[in-house]
């Protein structure tokens, strides 16, 4: 399985598709392709999960720095399309109270 | 009593497939119970934890069995000497304002567990978890 993101500019947001797996195998290569894209921008990201079908604690770890390079630029991250299984850990590590999720994008854009 | 041993390969490159023939194991055993993706993803980070700690010539084997109404995974590694029961949980809100990525995994698999035990013994490292059966309804 391959690591795939790919990045939509809609209005003032990006939206970062992502497909595969979020394990400690693929989630350097996430943490690098997304965090180099978001330094080169200025706008609110939507991270779309819906296409990911597992995140071990790697890839919940790989979103921090990239939460960091938002909140320096005072622009907001959120993440939709999580499946039930990773909803379970993501409530689990009290993720919540870091980063928002929505069911799905148009969700997410009406939130911000 | 139905005992099943996985030889574990010991690099991050296998785990979907380390992941897959947990799955197949735990349902062999109890079904898929309410608990099953947790307790993979438990499995999976204990695994993890072995690789990045250890050395490139360690073995790793995952025994699963039902007992009454748990069932008992042992991860056995011959990597250096390590208790993660003793390892401590970070304060993950604190780590989170701290943009800090490190200790998720530990939490983890702390949590999931029913029970956690550590022993070593002829030269490896024992990990017991204990999940509780939940009863059909």
Known sequence: MELKIDFIKDNNIVIAKVEGILDAHYAPQFEKKLSDYVKQINNNLIIDLSGVSHIASAGFGALMPIKNIQDSKGKKIVLSGLNDNVKKIFNLLGFSNVIKEYKNIEEAKSSL | ?137
């Open chain 2, 1 to 137: 009593m139905i005992k099943i041993k996985l030889n574990i390969e010991p690099n991050i490159e296998s785990l979907e497939k380390t992941r897959e023939s947990v799955n197949n194991a735990i349902i062999q055993l109890v079904g898929d119970q309410p608990w099953l993706y947790e307790l993979n993803l438990a499995i999976e980070e204990v695994i993890v934890n072995i690789i990045d700690h250890g050395s490139k010539a360690v073995t790793i084997n995952v025994t699963l069995e039902r007992k009454n109404n748990e069932l008992v995974v042992e991860i056995i590694d011959t990597s250096i000497p390590f208790d993660i029961t003793k390892k401590e949980v970070p304060d993950l809100q604190k780590h989170y304002r701290e943009y800090k990525n490190r200790g998720l995994g530990v939490f983890l698999i702390k949590n999931i567990a029913d029970n956690l035990k550590y022993r070593y013994e002829n030269g490896k490292n024992i990990l017991t978890i204990i999940k509780r059966i939940e009863a059909k309804c």
